[in-house]
Nanobody
Framework: QVQLVESGGGLVQAGGSLRLSCAAS????????MGWFRQAPGKEREFVAC???????GYADSVRGRFTISRDNAENTVYLQMNSLKPEDTAGYYC???????????????????WGQGTQVTVSS
């Protein structure tokens, strides 16, 4: 019933920027926290950023200061603005909705119930 669709990935040079979008349908979007995770070939999926139902944001140390997560409840969409991109940021990026409504910041995969199919981000040096 709940569907998440990511978009905005692509190929960019190091130092460039991209903005990812995640459009959600089904459920009460405004009541749930949302998160972004990424996974590179041969590596485990890792937390990138999250935003609570009330708008509090959390970031992985590797992206803090470069990435910004935001949400537009009127559009049922969460965004990830990525600046100063590095080759190490190359990965598939996945949007996820928290398992429980309300609550705060969630940084573990187990805290999320619904996942999108991902969008690829490739950063060249």
């Amino acid at each position: 019933q709940v569907q998440l669709v990511e978009s905005g990935g692509g190929l960019v040079q190091a130092g460039g920027s991209l903005r990812l979008s995640c459009a959600a349908s089904g459920g009460a979007f405004n009541l749930y926290g949302m998160g972004w995770f990424r996974q590179a070939p041969g590596k485990e999926r890792e937390f990138v950023a999250c935003i609570s139902w009330r708008g509090a944001a959390g970031y992985a140390d590797s992206v803090r200061g470069r990435f910004t997560i935001s949400r537009d409840n009127a559009e049922n969409t969460v965004y990830l603005q990525m600046n100063s991109l590095k080759p190490e940021d190359t990965a598939g990026y996945y949007c996820a909705r928290a398992r429980s409504y309300y609550g705060g910041i969630n940084v573990q995969e187990q805290d999320y119930l619904y996942w999108g199919q991902g969008t690829q981000v490739t950063v060249s040096s």
